[in-house]
């Protein structure tokens, strides 16, 4: 992960110029008059609508943004499997999640609304598609996941997707105590390409028993041999690291969140 100082800047410029938000009623004008198949369909969807608002609670418990959660196409990420790039994400926790995904400059989810905040309970999956040019990072917001100055205080899956240049990374620089997250490449022909996990390919603060760190990282356990090492980062025009072998099209990623 790179912290350029125009990145910084820009977060901080939106931090500061975010305009405080105000919570509106999501209350219904009630209608006495409510015939009982209306009553009927009403309960139905209350159930239906229970994981979405216990999403909703987790989201504004954080202080987080909702994310925009689009299924149509983007410039970013979208939920669905017809992009250039893919990731698969399985909960194997065994409590509930809720998957953050942002584009660049977008980690400060108090102020910028993420593209995706998905729930993915335990055991279930949720396939996020990207665009060529996509650069960010994914986290999971499990019950126990906190914020700190804004940002998911998480393990995070850092990305780039551009054609030969595609990166991506598992980065514990925010939480060196963050939750497991295991990325592997699936080839189209199924084979596996690079994995980042949480001990390979990953970036980790030079001091270990460092909480957290701004400044003071490296890339661990990532070289050529495991299919990972020098990569270049558009966004920055600077070397990034981590993973490589994927291009647009070729198999998808699958991540395991625990
Ligand atoms: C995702 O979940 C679906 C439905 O349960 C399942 O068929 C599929 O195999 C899962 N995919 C992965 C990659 O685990």
């Known amino acids: 992960m790179k912290y350029t100082s125009t990145t910084l800047l820009a977060a901080v ?3 500061a110029s975010a305009a405080a938000t105000h919570r509106h009623g999501m209350g219904k004008v009630h209608n006495h008059a409510l015939r009982h198949a209306e009553v009927m369909h009403e309960a139905e969807h209350e159930k239906r609508g229970t994981l979405a608002s216990a999403v909703m609670s987790t989201i504004q ?3 987080a943004k909702a994310g925009l959660n689009s299924y149509a196409q983007t410039s970013g990420a979208w939920i669905g499997s017809n992009g250039p790039y893919t990731n ?8 509930d999640l809720v998957l953050f995904c942002w584009g660049p400059a ?5 102020a910028i609304a993420p593209l995706i905040s ?3 309970p335990s055991g279930q999956n949720v396939t996020i598609s990207y665009a060529e040019g996509a650069s960010g990072a994914c986290a999971p917001v499990f019950g126990d996941t906190s914020m700190v100055n804004g940002q998911l205080h998480q393990t995070w899956l850092e990305y780039t997707f551009a054609g030969i240049y595609s990166t991506y990374d598992v980065s514990r620089e925010v ?7 295991s990325t592997t490449h699936y080839k189209a022909d199924g084979s ?17 028993s460092a909480p957290s760190c701004w400044f003071g990282y490296e890339l ?17 025009g600077g070397a990034s690291g981590g993973c490589n072998g994927l291009t647009a099209g070729a198999g998808n990623l699958q991540t395991y969140l625990s």
């Open 13 to 15: 410029a939106s931090v």
């Open 61 to 63: 418990g954080l202080g």
């Open 88 to 95: 698969t994400f399985t909960n194997t926790a065994a409590d």
């Open 106 to 110: 977008g980690s400060w989810v108090n």
């Open 118 to 120: 998905v729930p993915i």
């Open 175 to 181: 939480n060196m105590a963050g939750r497991s997250i």
């Open 192 to 208: 596996k390409g690079c994995t980042t996990d949480m001990n390979t390919c990953v970036f980790m603060c030079s001091d270990r």
């Open 220 to 236: 661990v356990n990532c070289g050529a041999s495991n299919g990972g090492g020098s990569g270049y980062d558009p966004k920055t």
